[in-house]
């Protein structure tokens, strides 16, 4: 299953399949990208982060994919399981002086159907 | 073991009445932010101190404080709650800023009800 953009939408895979997640980012400044999943309740954990100069990187059962030509970062998530169903955001971080400010989109819910 | 951690969990106030939220951190972490996050919305940045240096982000409501009295601790202090700001108030760490690469920890989240 796929998705696009920041509505908050939805996208319903079935378990052991693969998802991609979409996110269109802002600024063609930031330098560094994040994937955090949130759990209903819960503060958003760290999935795995991805810096301008690189365009793929692999985690465990994750890869993110970075387009900076058309601002574009996908998270996929290998044969996907229940426990990955939560709200998932992309963020980007602007860097520079002043700390690093993250800025989130909009998110997008998994649903793992069994 | 959590890294970053939130009290309350789950706080009720009523609307006008002062609130403070606390974030602690076993980190040792330089920064420490503040988001605001509303149902179904992405988490929102407040303010942010690096070690002691307060940063305020232009749109954050003068209603909004925070204290940092040493490394490990962070307050948020609303002086009047509205209803409007019943939110999840998420507190977040990172070892350094200005550096790519910093990961930034969440806290598990305040969930602040006003009535």
């Known amino acids: 299953g796929e998705s696009v953009g920041l509505h908050l939408p939805t996208l319903s895979v079935q378990e052991g399949d693969n998802s991609i997640i979409n996110c269109a980012y802002s600024?063609?400044?930031?330098?560094?990208f994040i994937w955090y999943k949130q759990e209903s309740g819960k503060g958003p954990q760290f999935i795995i982060d991805?810096?301008?100069?690189?365009d793929k990187r692999q985690g465990q059962r994750v890869t993110v994919l970075l387009n900076k030509t058309v601002k574009h970062l996908s998270l996929q998530i290998a044969a996907t399981q229940p426990g990955d169903s939560a709200v998932y955001f992309c963020?980007?971080?602007?860097?520079?002086?002043?700390?690093?400010?993250?800025?989130f989109g909009t998110g997008t819910q998994l649903k793992v159907e069994l | 073991d959590a890294m970053v951690i939130q009290n309350p969990r789950y706080q009720v106030t009523q609307f006008g009445k002062p609130v403070t939220l606390s974030c602690s951190q076993t980190?040792?972490?330089?920064?420490m932010y503040w988001y605001q996050q509303k149902s179904s919305q992405a988490p929102k940045l407040l303010f942010h101190?690096?070690?002691?240096?307060?940063?305020n982000e232009a749109d954050t409501p003068d209603n909004f404080q925070s204290r940092r009295p040493n490394t490990s601790f962070c307050f948020l202090d609303i002086r009047s709650p509205g209803l409007g700001d019943a939110a999840m108030y998420l507190c977040?760490?990172?070892?350094?800023?200005?550096?790519?690469?910093?990961?930034?920890?969440f806290g598990e989240g305040s969930w602040l009800t006003v009535v």
């Open positions: 101190y690096y070690d002691k240096d307060f940063n």
């Open positions: 991805i810096r301008s100069n690189m």
């Open positions: 963020a980007e971080n602007m860097g520079g002086g002043g700390g690093n400010k993250l800025t």
């Open positions: 600024n063609s400044a930031s330098d560094y």
């Open positions: 980190l040792n972490h330089n920064v």
């Open positions: 977040a760490t990172s070892r350094d800023r200005g550096v790519a690469g910093n990961t930034i920890y």
